[in-house]
């Protein structure tokens, strides 16, 4: 028996690579307020609490009057060219496909909207190999509250000590630690050094490594 038997993923800057896409559409929404161009990095940093946040901090808090109208022309955007250059991180794929002869469920807990999670997912064909997607908007609660968590585990009847949420950011740390599950960072994501800061437990640089996580054997992913 595995040790873990559900598995939650976050989306941007865990199961995909995003951060193209994201900085695009970002920077489209800047150009139309006469606002300079942000970099890679610049957007990484902006990124975790759903595409609204997103966007007022790459306005500003001095353009609130203008934030919903940013946020239009965002989603309007990135819908457009949310799978441009998205692909999912390496061995991750190869991590899904490894997991349902183990007995283990996939789902994904993301504060991206989930329309356009669920369009990314399909796009990239991953969508049906979840059992379930939660995104920003799916309740009222995003992460890193846990309402997200627990209609997973609900739907899935998931015994609680079973549940591995895995995700890049301090964000995903602090959900798990609100539902009472285990979390495993990875460290290809979005802003690495900040999650060693918020999470310096169970952390991993290749998604080989998560499986030895799910087999309850943590010694061989990094600390």
Partial sequence: ??????????????????????????????????????????VERLV????????????????????????????????????????????MVDLLDALPPLGVRVAIVTNKPEALTRKILAGLGLLQRMIAVVGGDTFPERKPHPRGVESVLSLCRADRSRVLLVGDSPVDAATA??????????????????????????????ASELLAVIDGEPTRALR
């Fill in 177 to 206: 630690q609100a539902a009472g599950i285990a979390f495993c960072g990875v460290l290809w994501g979005f802003d690495p050094e900040r999650l060693r800061v918020a999470a310096p437990g169970l952390l991993v640089q290749r």
């Fill in 1 to 42: 028996m595995k040790r873990y038997s559900l598995l939650l993923l976050d989306l941007d800057g865990t199961l995909l690579d995003t951060r193209l896409d994201l900085v695009r559409a970002t920077n489209h929404v800047r150009s139309s307020f006469g606002l300079a161009s942000l970099g890679v990095g610049e």
């Fill in 48 to 91: 975790g609490q759903g595409a609204r946040m997103l966007v007022e901090r790459a306005l500003g808090a001095d353009r609130a009057a203008v934030h919903d109208e940013g946020m239009r022309q965002f989603l309007e955007y990135y819908g457009e060219h949310c799978l441009d250059e998205t692909e999912p991180y390496p061995g």
